[in-house]
C-alpha cells in the first residue's frame, strides 16, 4: 500500500518518523513537515503519537484492572476479575521468586511495566498502514496539513524517547532504593571497594559505573531494538504489497507468518523488561559487604 | 528518532501509572486474592473437622450398638436362668406340696382306720360281753368283771 508519488525508501522513512511538535525555526510552534524539521527542533519538541498512544493504552490497562479491583471480591469471580486476578499471580509469582526483599512497590511496578509495555507492543501487529493512512486523512481533512508530511508512528516501544524514558525511571527507582538500602556510604562503598579493595579505587569505579549505567541503557535499547527491527520487517513486508499480484500474495503470507512470530516477542519482550526491573530492584535492596 | 522532551514525558507517566496501580489497583485484587485463599483454607479445614467427627460419630455409634447388644444378650440370659429357677421352684414346691398332700391324706386314712378299729373294738367288746352273759345265762355284773372285761377288750 505504499503511496504511489513515494519511493520505497520515502516509504520507509515516512514510517519511521514521528509526529513531533515543538517549535519551528521561523519562532512559530507546531507540527514538524520534516524528519530535518523535526530534528532541528532540538530537545524541547514532543512525540505526540508516542505520548497520546502510550497514555491512552495505559489508560486503558489502568481502566480495565481498576475496575477489576473495585468489583474485586474474595467469592466466585466473574469472567474480568478471572482474567485479571491470572494476570496479577502471575506477575505475583514472578516478584516473589526473583526479589527477596519487602517493598510494596514492587509488584505493582512489575505490573505496570509488564501490561504497558505488552500493550504498546501490541501495537505493532496492526497492520503498519491503518493508522498512519488514517492519520493521514485526518491530517489532510481536519487540519489542511500536505498528507505526505504527516508522520504517525504507532508503536511508542519503537521510539527511543519512550524506552529510554521508562528505563531511566527505573533506573531512578534503583538509585533511590539502593541509597535508601545501603546507605550513601554503601552505595558509594559497593560502587569504589569492589572487586579489588580500596587500592584499585579508579578501576573499581570504572567497572561498577559501566555495570550500573549499563542497566538503564541495556533495558531500553533491548526492548527498542527488538521492537525496531520487528517494526521494520512490518514496513519491508508491506513494500511488497505495491510490486504485484504475486509479490503481494507472499507479503500477506509472510506478514501473517511474522505477526505470529511478533506475538512471542512482544509478550516476551515486555516479560524481560518487567523481570530485569525486578531485578535491578532486587539488587538494590541488598546488601553487600 | 531524535531525543526530546518525549523522554521526560514518558517518564513522568510512567511514574504516574505505576502510583495509580500500586494505590486503586494491586491492593484490592490482591487482598481479594487473599480472603479467596483463607476461605478457601479454611472450609477445607471445616471439611476435614466435619469428617473427623463423623468418624467418631460412627465409632461412637458402632460403641453403643455393641453395648446394647451385650446389654440385651445379658438381660436375656438372666431372665432365662430367672424362668429355669422359678420353674425349678414351682417343681419344688409342688413337689412339696403333693408329698404334704399325700401326708396327710395317709395320716387321715390311719386316723379314720384307727376310729374305725376302736369303734369295731367297742362293739366287739359289747357282744362278747352280751354273748357271755347269754352263755352264763345271767347277767354279768360289768362292776364286778371290770377288769375281765377290760383285759378282754385289751386282747381284741
Redesign the interface.
Known amino acids: 500500500m505504499a503511496a504511489e508519488t513515494l519511493s520505497s525508501s520515502d516509504y520507509i522513512k515516512h514510517h ?1 518518523q ?1 509526529l ?1 511538535y ?1 517549535q519551528k525555526p521561523d519562532g512559530t510552534w507546531g507540527l514538524a513537515q520534516t524528519p530535518a524539521e ?2 532541528e ?7 505526540v503519537d ?2 497520546g498512544f ?2 491512552v493504552l ?1 489508560l486503558l ?2 481502566f480495565v ?2 475496575r ?3 468489583r ?4 466466585e ?1 466473574g469472567g474480568l ?1 478471572n482474567f ?2 491470572w494476570i ?2 502471575f506477575i ?1 509469582s514472578s516478584v516473589r521468586g526473583s526479589f527477596s526483599g519487602r517493598n ?2 514492587v ?3 512489575a ?2 511495566i509488564f501490561l ?1 509495555i505488552f500493550l504498546m507492543n501490541l501495537m505493532d501487529l496492526v497492520p503498519v498502514d491503518w493508522l498512519p493512512q488514517l492519520a493521514m486523512m485526518i491530517g489532510a481533512g481536519v487540519f489542511g496539513l500536505d498528507p505526505h508530511h504527516v508522520y504517525f508512528k504507532v508503536v ?1 516501544t519503537t ?4 524506552t ?3 528505563s ?2 527505573v533506573f ?1 527507582l534503583v538509585l533511590y532504593y539502593s541509597f535508601k538500602m545501603k546507605g550513601v556510604g554503601g552505595f558509594l562503598g559497593e560502587l569504589t571497594l569492589q572487586p579489588f579493595g580500596k587500592w584499585g579505587m579508579p578501576a573499581n569505579l570504572l567497572l561498577e559505573g559501566v555495570n550500573l549505567i549499563a542497566k538503564p541503557v541495556s533495558l531500553a535499547l533491548r526492548l527498542f531494538g527488538n521492537m525496531y527491527a520487528g517494526e521494520m520487517i512490518f514496513i519491508l513486508i508491506a513494500i511488497m504489497f505495491s510490486g504485484g499480484a504475486v509479490l503481494a500474495v507472499t507479503g500477506g503470507v509472510l506478514q501473517w507468518a511474522w505477526a505470529v512470530f511478533h506475538i512471542l516477542i512482544i509478550t516476551l519482550q515486555a516479560f524481560i523488561f518487567m523481570t530485569l526491573t525486578i531485578v535491578y530492584l532486587d539488587m538494590a535492596h541488598q546488601e553487600h559487604h | ?11 513522568i ?3 504516574v ?2 502510583w ?3 494505590r ?10 487473599d ?2 485463599r ?2 478457601i483454607a479454611d472450609g477445607l479445614a471445616a471439611a476435614d473437622r466435619g469428617r473427623h467427627e463423623l468418624e467418631i460419630a460412627a465409632k461412637r455409634a458402632t460403641e453403643t450398638l455393641h453395648d446394647a447388644k451385650q446389654k440385651a444378650a445379658e438381660i436375656i440370659s438372666q431372665a432365662e436362668k430367672r424362668a429355669a429357677q422359678l420353674v425349678d421352684e414351682a417343681k419344688a414346691d409342688a413337689k412339696g406340696e403333693g408329698e404334704r398332700m399325700i401326708l396327710a391324706a395317709k395320716a387321715e386314712i390311719e386316723q379314720e382306720a384307727h376310729r374305725a378299729r376302736e369303734l369295731l373294738r367297742g362293739e366287739v367288746a359289747a357282744l362278747v360281753v352280751a354273748g357271755a352273759g347269754k352263755i352264763l345265762r345271767r347277767e354279768v355284773d360289768a362292776k364286778a368283771h371290770a377288769d375281765l372285761l377290760e383285759s378282754i377288750e385289751s386282747e381284741l
Open positions: 519511521l514521528n513531533t515543538g523535526a530534528k527542533m532540538g530537545f524541547w519538541a514532543i512525540n508516542t505520548m502510550s497514555i495505559g490497562f489502568l484492572f481498576s477489576a479491583a473495585k474485586a471480591t474474595a467469592g469471580p476479575q485479571v486476578e496479577v499471580e505475583d510494596a512497590l509488584a505493582p511496578l505490573l505496570t504497558w511508542p521510539d527511543p524517547n519512550a529510554f524514558g521508562m531511566i525511571a531512578l | 528518532m531524535n531525543i526530546n522532551l518525549t523522554l521526560i514525558g514518558q517518564s507517566t510512567f511514574f501509572f505505576v495509580f496501580c500500586m486503586f489497583v494491586w491492593p484490592p485484587i490482591v487482598n481479594a486474592l480472603a479467596r483463607k476461605q
